[in-house]
């Protein structure tokens, strides 16, 4: 039996493949090469930013007043710091990606303040924290907690907390 030496078939597996690529119409080169080109042009620019620091898609929740054993529909605060007075509803096809949350207590002193993240579809809570009520304490979260479209979200102020608080949520959004 007769055989062939490896490099003998390394090689001749090497040219079929170069002679393959030499085959296919340059149109076919082209075109790939287009589907990996990126044009920013005034008319068109590329968006090489991350979409959380794009400040359309920023969003900035408040929640103020809120005394021990109640709750609050979060409302947005604009860009321009005029607050709504309609709870928030994240828009339809997006999601919104919670990213911090700051607890600032009115009146500073002992004790804690347990705060609860709730949304509105089943009202279930999502987060739960306990803080203290002596200064304001912020919460971050890289990952982010993502609310889907027709979500709004309640921050509640347990019983058991030690003062009255405000909250603000800041986070983005992002298509579905």
Known sequence: MFH???????????????????????????????????TNTAAGPAVVQDVSKLASQ????????????TEANLVQMSVQGTV???????????????????????APGSGTNGITILNTQPGLPLE??????????????????????GESLIVDNAINSSGVLSATVRGYLTSN
């Open 84 to 106: 709504s007075t309609e709870s928030y509803v994240v828009p339809a096809g997006q999601n919104l990606i919670v990213t911090s949350i700051d607890i600032k207590p009115y």
């Open 58 to 69: 920023q969003v900035t929740l408040l929640a103020y007043g809120l005394f021990p054993g």
């Open 128 to 149: 739960s924290y306990v803080v203290t009520n002596s200064v304001s304490t912020t919460l971050q979260f890289p990952n982010g907690i993502v609310f889907p479209a």
């Open 4 to 38: 062939l030496p490896k490099t003998f078939t390394y090689g001749a597996a090497a040219l079929a493949a170069g002679v393959l690529i030499l085959a296919l119409p340059r149109a076919a080169h082209a075109i790939a090469a287009t589907l990996v080109q990126v």
